[in-house]
């Protein structure tokens, strides 16, 4: 008995006292839940604020620390699993390069692909990041150039990042 007060107080709690209170009603609906087109930007908002987002609506730096995330994951992972194998005294360097090098060429497309939640080709950005990969490790091997290694992670952020975003559907 005790619960019928309570549904009659909740009840007349959401009918509204005024049309001056089934506006303000409406307003914090429209404000708690905005379905919009990803094309159009809010009203009263102007579209060049707008050119950082990613389609689902976050800002595109989340793809980017997400790429740094498995660019970490990857050179670790990669990295001990390639040193992780017998090897003779002077491969045993190679085989880490060579293991993080695999290693951030699938974890950093698959971490920006679950960050843009889903809605791009891992396929196409693997094989991208796959490239940059294979072309900083050879750059840096022909250079004799340590910087070249550090930076191909970065450059596989990139272009998992780009590759992702031009291939959303």
């Known amino acids: 008995m005790r619960a019928l007060p309570t549904l009659l107080l909740a009840l007349l709690a959401a009918v509204p006292a005024s049309p001056a209170a089934l506006a303000a009603q409406e307003q914090a609906a429209v404000r708690a839940v905005r379905f919009a087109p990803v094309d159009t930007p809010p009203a009263g908002r102007d579209p060049g604020t707008e050119a950082g987002r990613v389609a689902g609506g976050g800002p595109a730096g989340y793809l980017y620390l997400a790429g740094l995330g ?36 699938l974890a950093i497309p698959t971490a920006v692909h679950l960050a843009n939640g889903g809605r791009g080709n891992l396929l196409v950005s693997t094989l991208a990041t796959g490239l940059v990969g294979a072309v900083g490790v050879g750059t840096a091997f022909a250079a004799g150039s340590a910087e070249v290694l550090v930076l191909t992670p970065v450059v596989q952020i990139v272009a998992a990042v780009v590759t992702e975003r031009a291939t959303m559907r």
């Open 70 to 105: 498995g660019a970490a994951v990857g050179v670790v992972g990669g990295g001990l699993i390639g040193l992780g194998r017998d090897c003779y005294e002077e491969t045993c360097i190679l085989d880490g390069i060579f293991g993080a090098a695999i290693g951030t060429s």
